[in-house]
């Protein structure tokens, strides 16, 4: 089992599709080890319903998810310098967080996660595209953080 980091922020383009998935992810499957937040370089969408769904199928609950970006991030007082591990799930995302960390000591990895919002015609079309990318973060994670502690 690789070393959790003390804390991991996830982003993505809006915050509203695989970063909140593998904010919920993070905190069901290794438990208040590590803080998790999650962020979006917009926040002009609400969490999708979408990955409400796939995610209420390993029994994480992602409803009450209020999107950010780092914007509102660092309006709120959230220094991306202060987390361990910035993981990026796009690749808009990942140069934001770049751009956001230059001159911070940080990790800032690029994990390539299948935008879901587009494919497919009908709910499951739709479905399956969102647990491809579920299914993806999971891999990713267990790659880099071991297998689930809890879940």
């Known amino acids: 089992m690789t070393d959790l980091p003390q804390s991991v922020l996830f982003c993505c383009d809006h915050n509203a599709v695989r970063s909140p998935m593998a904010e919920g992810m993070m905190k069901m499957f290794y438990g208040q080890k590590t803080y998790v937040q999650s962020a979006g370089v917009h926040n002009d969408m609400e969490i999708d319903g ?7 199928e390993l029994g994480i609950e992602l409803s009450r998810h209020r999107s950010r970006s780092f914007d509102e991030m660092q309006e709120w007082g959230d220094d991306l310098s202060a987390f361990d591990l910035v993981i990026a799930l796009s690749p808009a995302s990942q140069r934001r967080a770049l751009d956001l960390t230059r001159f911070a000591h940080l990790d800032v990895v690029y994990w390539p ?3 879901p919002t587009n494919l497919g015609e009908g709910r499951e079309d739709r479905l399956r595209g969102y647990r491809e990318a579920r299914d993806q ?3 990713q994670m267990e790659a880099r953080f071991g297998p689930p502690t809890q879940g």
Do not use: E
């Open 137 to 139: 973060i999971k891999a």
């Open 113 to 115: 996660i299948l935008d």
């Open 50 to 56: 979408f990955s409400v769904a796939v995610c209420q």
